[in-house]
């Protein structure tokens, strides 16, 4: 198994890592230690897009708080290959 690390504050960095063998992509919201916002909608979208598992680990505050909840209702949908872990009751 291999990585590479991104500036994940902007999605198209993290779209431009992507290679070929490309399984999963894995990233923290908002980022710490700054607490920076990713854009989870167009993350999510972009992983349906390759069709790559997007895992989005939401510790410190719960996605539905970090963008509008029903815009991202619409775009994380487990059976897209996009999960949500997160500290909070969804």
């Known amino acids: 198994m291999t990585y590479v690390r991104v500036n994940s504050e902007v999605v198209e ?40 598992i997007t895992v989005i680990d939401s510790t410190f505050a719960p996605p539905m708080i970090q963008v509008d909840g029903l815009r991202l209702l619409g775009a994380i949908r487990v059976r897209d290959r996009n999960y949500l872990k997160s500290s909070f009751p969804q």
């Open 13 to 52: 960095s993290i779209e431009s890592a992507i290679q070929p063998n490309t399984k999963m992509i894995i990233v923290e919201s908002p980022c710490n230690p700054v607490l920076t916002v990713i854009d989870l909608e167009k993350l999510a979208k972009l992983g349906q897009r390759k069709k790559i």
